[in-house]
């Protein structure tokens, strides 16, 4: 439950473990919050609306909206809504918002106390600090206004959250937002609401490696030189070279550690319910609003900012001459700053930096997949022998004896089961060498994953039923196909086939989803990779090059815009493949229409 002022104040205790509950707390914010730093608290002294502004929307409304999955709606009520600092709607609002991002089942009450005990020994809160994660930067540890008892109630939550999401290995905001959640709720509840938020797939919140917080910092580098040209161009002129990317390297501390408390619970609000992409757009304006400025104002003259731009835009922030109002309203406003426009730079920056191998996450124990001279390490090789031994599709690729002699063996139903005849050896030798090939065309970050067979037709039949059963929760997945002309092509799907399901802001199911990770792939007649064509270029290509995964109760679709790569019904027998406009592909075999002869989705195991 939400936390409330007043109750059964010994219950209350407990449930807060041990925090003492003050008489005097004013409405809206938690026990652990030392209130007398925090200004505007007017909640209950507003002016009455005058007629020219709506009636803030309370809680019941919202929560009505949300059930009805009317998210565009809540989106612009969230935007529009100033609901003062200190307004009691938050302490249930905020749980409910981060609860619709939750992909793991439902938490049983009492999962976090049990959590806390097993991490601890106990539920009672040490006098003693506790050592932080590896993954929390100390020198961002921002408390806000949380007392002494709220600031170790803050080091629990994020140990615990730690302890049970070990992938997190470098999230520098996450304490910052513990903070925040803890000063209008109670320890357990802003723990869930973290779950959610580092569990969400459909949209992105909180940076969980070193390499997402590179991508991220330089992804909004790069939206900063085409969004805001004149702010960007003046600060890289007054600090050329590397010093404009250390600047946006401290992005997020422009907003979590400059901004005041009442602008950044405002923008909370919006967070919550859209992800970072709000960050983006406030990050934007404060760039914007920092030029003018400097343009403006000898405090912010270039000879004064020049050597230390970063600690001035923090500065600057503290004392932002607008309202939270009229910053939100700055940045929803700006034009052209879509989702889709915001993961194709993410994507594409992400992917340069893989490239590269500039992979700053300083960990000296990451597995590379390829060794430097692009041969196969050995736990690849193990890999992709597993691999070989799930494989029923039979590639017979190379040579007349490969084919000859893959003919002749006793079935793939053994090549299946890992046993291999003499004579088929030389036939596993010519599949070994495509998969290899195959496995290098996998993101660097898959390859360190085993991959395991989740469908074949061969043994769970030919029923597009079946195959979202055994399918659609895994992410990525890679579709191998082999006709009844012996063509082998497919694709690596980067998203769930599950997102089929998943309803946009207005309702609606988007007919297309996935992302630009998604590649198709020939091994026979010929051997291709066929990669997004966003990965090109900076221009926008338009709707057609964005057309990745598509299915639904009669078919399956990859690729789209003036055909599609690959189409299959649903019995999984008969297909089609064509050109593309999302990935510049020609007919993935030459006839174009194509009868399955075997159907393959593997998975990767601990992903």
């Not at 730690?162 to 209008?184: A, E, R």
């Not at 596993?428 to 037709?457: G, H």
């Not at 399901?501 to 007649?525: C, H, I, M, W």
């Amino acid at each position: 439950m939400p936390y409330h002022r007043g109750g059964d104040a010994s219950s209350q205790a407990d449930k807060l473990s041990g925090i003492v509950e003050e008489s005097d707390l004013y409405e809206g914010f938690a026990p652990h919050v030392e209130t007398s730093g925090i200004k505007t608290l007017d909640f209950y002294n507003l002016p009455k609306p005058t007629g020219k502004e709506p009636a803030l929307r309370s809680y019941t409304e919202i929560q009505q909206l949300l059930q009805q999955g009317k998210k565009r709606d809540v989106k612009n009520i969230l935007r529009e809504n100033s609901w003062p600092i200190n307004s009691p709607i938050r302490s249930q609002l905020w749980p409910m918002l981060c609860g619709q991002h939750q992909t793991k089942e439902h938490m049983l009450d009492g999962f976090y106390w049990e959590m806390v005990h097993q991490v601890f020994g106990t539920t009672e809160l040490s006098e003693k600090p506790i050592m932080l994660p590896a993954f929390v930067d100390a020198t961002h540890c921002l408390p806000y206004h949380l007392t002494s008892t709220g600031r170790a109630v803050a080091d629990r939550i994020v140990n615990v959250l730690g302890y049970d999401c070990p992938d997190i290995t470098y999230s520098p905001v996450l304490y910052p937002i513990t903070s925040i959640l803890l000063h209008f709720m109670s320890e357990e509840e802003a723990y869930v609401c973290l779950a959610g938020l580092v569990g969400s797939k459909e949209k992105v919140f909180i940076n969980q490696t070193k390499l997402q917080h590179e991508v991220t910092w330089k992804t909004v580098m790069q939206i900063a030189k085409k969004h805001t040209k004149s702010a960007t161009s003046y600060f890289q002129r007054i600090c050329p070279g590397l010093k404009l990317e250390r600047v946006f390297m401290d992005w997020c501390w422009w907003i979590l550690a400059g901004l005041p408390f009442q602008h950044l619970v405002r923008i909370m609000d919006c967070y919550f319910h859209e992800g970072i992409k709000v960050l983006y757009r406030v990050a934007l304006v404060i760039l914007n609003l920092f030029h003018k400025e400097c343009q403006s104002n000898n405090e912010w003259s270039p000879d004064n900012i020049k050597n230390d731009i970063g600690n001035a835009l923090i500065k600057f922030c503290k004392k932002i001459p607008v309202s939270p109002a009229k910053l939100l309203h700055a940045a929803f406003s700006i034009r052209g700053l879509s989702t889709q426009y915001i993961s194709r730079i993410f994507i594409k920056t992400e992917m340069l930096l893989k490239s590269r191998s500039v992979l700053t996450s300083g960990s000296k124990q990451l597995i590379k997949s390829r060794s430097s001279d692009n041969l196969p390490t050995s736990q690849s090789q193990v890999n992709i022998q597993m691999m070989s031994h799930t494989l029923t599709i039979r590639e017979k690729l190379h040579s007349e004896s490969c084919r000859n002699l893959g003919e002749k063996s006793p079935g793939h139903r053994a090549i299946a089961m890992g046993v291999y005849p003499i004579h088929n050896l030389k036939s596993q030798a010519c599949k070994n060498e495509d998969l290899f090939t195959l496995w290098s065309w996998l993101p660097v970050r898959i390859t360190m994953y085993q991959p395991v067979l989740l469908y074949t037709t061969e043994e769970h039949g030919c029923s597009l039923t079946t195959f979202y059963v055994r399918v659609e929760q895994h992410e990525p997945t890679l579709l191998m196909i082999k006709t009844c002309n012996n063509e082998v092509f497919g694709a690596y799907c980067s998203s769930r086939w599950f997102e089929r399901n998943v309803k946009d802001d207005k309702g609606q199911r988007q007919a297309y989803f996935g992302t630009g990770e998604t590649f198709l792939f020939s091994l026979y007649p010929e051997r291709a990779k066929y990669p997004w064509v966003g990965i090109e270029g900076d221009k926008d290509l338009g709707h057609s090059s964005e057309l990745f995964m598509a299915a639904d109760s009669k078919m399956i679709t990859i690729g789209g815009g003036e055909g599609q790569a690959i189409w299959m019904d649903e019995n999984i027998r008969f297909g089609k493949t064509d050109s593309c406009k999302t990935f510049n592909n020609p007919p993935l075999c030459p006839s174009g229409d194509f009868e399955i002869r075997v159907l393959e989705v593997y998975g990767f195991v601990g992903i």
